[in-house]
């Protein structure tokens, strides 16, 4: 069974930079596809970046492009999400999620594995 870890959040002052891994382990041959969402309080989860394992793409949510990129290491199972020039907006709790692709990639509903998630606060 997949599982996923995610690390790396803490908190930081608007401006700053935070890089998040997500640690996979179990069988992976049917994950297609992995993303970070993040989810405040009150709010539906938002798709913020994808990346397709078996496929050259990559997505990103028009909120966040150009402040961050999305990246997968086979060799070490981790799936890394550099965040630069953080606002006080991108204060969420942050998920790593897997699945198997079968519609869109911000749809939290395809992803049918998810980590516990880890916190970002970003202060002005």
């Known amino acids: 069974q997949v599982q996923l870890v995610e690390s790396g959040g803490g908190s930081v002052q608007a401006g700053g930079s935070l890089n998040l891994s997500c640690a996979v382990s179990?069988?992976?041959?049917?994950?297609?596809?992995m993303a970070w969402f993040r989810q405040v309080p009150g709010k539906e989860r938002e798709g913020i970046a994808s990346i397709y394992t078996k496929m050259s793409i990559k997505l990103y949510a028009n909120s966040v492009k150009g402040r961050i990129a999305i990246s997968r290491d086979n060799a070490k199972n981790t799936v890394c999400l550099q965040m630069n020039s953080l606002k006080v907006e991108d204060t969420a709790m942050y998920y790593c999620?897997?699945?198997?692709?079968?519609?869109?990639?911000?749809?939290?509903?395809?992803?049918?594995?998810w980590g516990q998630g880890t916190q970002v606060t970003v202060s002005s």
């Open positions: 179990g069988a992976t041959a049917s994950i297609n596809r």
């Open positions: 999620a897997a699945g198997p692709a079968t519609g869109r990639w911000s749809d939290s509903r395809e992803y049918t594995i």
